[in-house]
């Protein structure tokens, strides 16, 4: 059976308009709602279906974890900034899919790195936003899935991105180990081998 494509509304406008009801009260406004029917009347996207979860395959994790595998695998540890202490690793082949699908959502979405409207730390953020909306959608109820952003200097080329500057790269511990991707491409290399891994300087969860 052929699936309906996956369509991405105008998700911001009406988050914009809730806010607004939210913020009416401390405005003493009688009433400020959301225009749904012009916002349903906008152009609807259509983007590639997601993946689908893997619960079965995916485990749970602690900062513990994380912190231990990089205390391992670099010889500076990074400051490893979180907000939570369990994490859900995903099936390293939804990653993988995941990533392929990400590639062509930026297709869909005119994704390009554009200095300083979108750079590379937002790519990383999508990148990890999506990843977590995805798990919810899924089903997942566990938590946070364990994937985050890093800032890292570039001591070393890597995935066509030049040596001697800052940049922004995502960090996902999967069922297979822990992997560093670069989202602008969907390079992806387990963090032992990253030729950076040593010039991390922060992770965020």
């Known amino acids: 059976m052929k699936r309906a494509p996956f369509r991405f509304a105008s998700l911001v406008g009406v988050a914009l308009g809730c806010a607004a009801v939210n913020s009416a ?8 709602s959301p225009d749904f029917a012009a916002l349903a009347r906008q152009p609807m996207i259509p983007l590639p279906f997601p993946p689908k ?5 995916s485990s749970q994790g602690t900062i513990e974890d994380v912190i231990a595998e990089f205390r391992k695998s670099t010889a500076r540890q990074p400051d490893i900034n979180y907000a939570r202490r369990l994490f859900v690793r995903p099936d390293h082949e939804w990653l993988l899919a995941f990533v392929r699908w990400f590639r062509k959502l930026e297709v869909s979405l005119d994704m390009r790195y554009e200095e300083p ?41 890597f995935a066509g991105i030049k040596a001697g500057i800052s940049h922004s790269v995502v960090v996902v511990g999967t069922s297979d ?11 992806i290399v387990p963090l032992a081998d990253y030729p950076n891994r040593d010039a991390i300087l922060a992770v965020n969860l």
């Open 25 to 32: 009260a401390d405005e003493d406004v009688d009433r400020l």
């Open 53 to 57: 979860w893997v619960m079965a395959k």
């Open 117 to 157: 409207i979108f750079d590379c730390d937002k790519y990383s953020r999508c990148f990890v936003a999506f990843a977590d909306l995805l798990a919810r959608k899924g089903g997942e109820t566990r938590g946070s899935i364990c994937v985050g952003w890093a800032i890292v200097f570039n001591d070393h080329d």
């Open 177 to 187: 180990g822990f992997f560093i991707i670069e989202p602008q491409n969907g390079t």
